[in-house]
């Protein structure tokens, strides 16, 4: 990776994804990389400018990077996930998901909730859940190994903050992290 001119790191459900873009200005060579793994190469490009576009996780996101003249021979790397800037998809992201971070049975395991389809995703896997309505609002159970877990839904009773979604693990409450 002698031309590497740019690495992002992408949050998606299934996991923190590193997008590595290599951009050979004399060569016109393109690679791109997710994860180590290469997704996209060509060679003696002639156009040094315009897009390569590939899919990133589980879920076969889109992602876009953008290459751009800026002046002479310097060049700017832009990338878009989902047709938004990086910057755009996370902000939004951050409204539409939940994200713990744990630690059972000597491992790390990053939880994600997606809140408009109630999908629960651990370390890269979308988890079996059973829903059920209680009292206050509604539980989403699933297990983590030998682990009770459910994501309790409640009404915030304040419209601006809506929903307040808190995981629960073996009856302890884990504390949500930003993104």
Known sequence: MTDLVAVWDVALSDGVHKIEFEH???????????????????????KLVGKETFCVGAA???????????????????????????????????KTTNTWILHLDGEDFRVVLEKDTMDVWCNGKKMETAGEFVDDGTETHFHIG???????????GKRKEGIIHTLIVDNREIPEISC
């Open 24 to 46: 050979g200005t004399t060569s016109g060579k393109r690679v791109v990389y997710v994860d180590g793994k290469e997704e996209v190469r060509k060679e003696w490009m002639f």
């Open 60 to 94: 076969k996101t889109k992602a876009t990077i953008n290459i751009d003249a800026v002046r002479g021979f310097a060049y700017e790397y832009t990338l878009e996930i989902n047709g938004k800037s990086l910057k755009k998809y996370m902000e939004n992201r951050s």
């Open 146 to 156: 030998n682990h009770d877990c459910y994501i309790k839904a409640v009404s915030s």
